[in-house]
C-alpha cells in the first residue's frame, strides 16, 4: 500500500481499546485529514462501544484491516507489541506502537526489521519528544552537562504488572537520549517495591560517552505529581515542567560577585503532546519521512531501560536484601494487561 494523495484523508485504525487506545481514537477524530475507519479488541464487546464513541467499524480480526487502513495505531498490552506490529506492517500498514516498543530487545528487533523489510514507517508512541517544553529547549541546547529528572507520581491502579523503569522512566531515558545525543557508558540505579511485587520507586545514574551526567528518579508512590527536568550548560540553567508544558531559562550575563541573571520564558506551541505525536505519524505517512520516534530510537531507549533494571537487581544482590519477597525480580518482559 502507498501513500495517497496529499489532500487525501489517512485511513486509520486503532488496535487496543483501553486508556491509551481511547486518546488515540479521540485525537484521531480531532485531526483534519484522518478518517477513523476501524477499531480492534480482543473484547468484542468493549470494541463495540469503542467504536459507537467515536466512529468506524468494530472488526473482528486483524484480517480485516488489509486493504481497508492505511496507518494504525498499536495500544494493546506490551507483550503483543511485536506480534501486532509486524502482522500490521506485513499487511502493508504503517504503524505507530506504544512504548516501550517491546517486550524484550529481540522483539524490538523484528518490529524494526518487518518495517524495513516491508518500507512502512515505525514510529514508537514517546509522546514526551511531542510535549511543547521538549520543543521549546531543542533550539537553544549547547552541550547539556548536568541533569536533574524527576518524574513522580501518586499510587494509581494502572500499569502495576510492569516496573516503574518501564512504565515512567523511559520517558525521561528517550528525552535524554535525544537531548544529548551520545551513548551512555555507565549506569547505576537503585530501586525497590514499596506497594507492589515490582519496582515502585527507581533512581538511576547515568554518564554519557561526552561527559554529560544524568540523575533520573521515577516513582508511582509518592504523595505529588511531579513532571520536570532541569539542566545546566555552558552560563545556562534550564528548567522544563512537562505538567505546564513550558520551560525557563536562566543565563548568567555577568559572572562575578555580583553577577547578573537573565530570565526568559522559552516560546512553545500551545499544543497537547499526544495531538502533535499523531499529527506528526500522519505526516510521515504521508511524506513517506522517518519519523523522529522511529523504531531504532524506540530500540535505544528500551535497551537503556533494561540496563537501568539490570544495575537495580544488581545493588539488590550487592546489598543483600533479606526479605526476597520485595526484592527486585530478574529482568522480565514488561507486560500491561491494559493500555
Do not use: W
Not at 486483524?62 to 486493504?67: A, F, Q, V
Not at 518490529?111 to 531543542?138: C, D, K, M, T, Y
Not at 549506569?187 to 538511576?204: E, N
Not at 523504531?295 to 526479605?323: F, N, P, Y
Request: net charge neutral.
Amino acid at each position: 500500500m502507498t501513500a495517497g494523495p496529499q489532500n487525501k484523508a489517512i485511513r486509520v485504525a486503532v488496535v487496543g481499546c483501553g486508556e491509551f487506545g481511547r486518546n488515540h481514537a479521540r485525537v484521531y477524530k480531532e485531526i483534519e485529514g484522518a478518517e477513523l475507519v476501524g477499531v480492534f479488541d480482543r473484547d468484542a464487546a468493549r470494541a463495540a462501544t469503542f467504536a459507537s464513541e467515536f466512529g468506524g467499524r468494530a472488526l473482528s480480526s486483524l484480517e480485516e484491516l488489509r486493504g481497508k487502513v492505511d496507518a494504525a495505531s498499536v495500544a494493546v498490552p506490551t507483550i503483543a507489541h511485536a506480534e501486532v506490529g509486524c502482522r500490521l506492517l506485513e499487511q502493508g500498514i504503517d504503524v505507530l506502537v506504544e512504548k516501550p516498543m517491546a517486550a524484550t530487545l529481540a522483539e524490538a528487533d523484528k518490529l524494526v526489521e518487518a518495517a524495513r523489510r516491508h518500507s512502512r514507517i515505525l514510529q514508537i508512541g514517546h509522546v514526551e519528544r511531542f510535549n511543547p517544553a521538549v520543543l521549546a529547549v531543542e533550539p537553544i541546547l549547547n552541550r547539556p552537562l548536568f541533569f536533574e529528572v524527576h518524574r513522580l507520581g501518586v499510587f494509581t491502579p494502572r500499569s502495576l504488572d510492569v516496573d516503574v523503569i518501564y512504565d515512567l522512566m523511559i520517558h525521561d531515558l528517550d528525552i535524554l537520549l535525544a537531548l544529548v545525543g551520545e551513548p551512555v557508558t555507565e549506569v547505576k540505579a537503585v530501586g525497590i517495591p514499596v506497594l507492589t511485587d515490582k519496582v515502585d520507586i527507581a533512581h538511576a545514574r547515568l554518564e554519557f560517552e561526552g561527559g554529560a551526567v544524568a540523575n533520573v528518579t521515577a516513582s508511582r508512590v509518592s504523595t505529588e505529581r511531579v513532571r520536570k527536568v532541569r539542566f545546566f550548560q555552558q552560563h545556562e540553567y534550564i528548567s522544563l515542567d512537562y505538567a505546564r508544558r513550558d520551560a525557563l531559562r536562566v543565563r548568567v550575563n555577568r559572572p562575578g560577585p555580583e553577577p547578573d541573571f537573565g530570565f526568559e520564558k522559552l516560546a512553545s506551541p500551545a499544543v497537547e503532546p499526544l495531538h502533535a505525536e499523531l499529527e506528526a505519524f500522519l505526516d510521515a505517512v504521508r511524506t513517506r519521512k522517518p519519523p523522529k520516534t522511529n523504531g531504532e530510537s524506540g530500540r535505544a531507549s528500551l535497551e537503556l531501560a533494561v540496563r537501568v533494571m539490570k544495575s537495580i537487581q544488581e545493588h539488590a544482590e550487592r546489598v543483600q536484601l533479606t526479605d526476597s519477597s520485595r526484592a527486585p525480580r530478574p529482568a522480565a518482559p514488561p507486560q500491561k494487561e491494559d493500555k
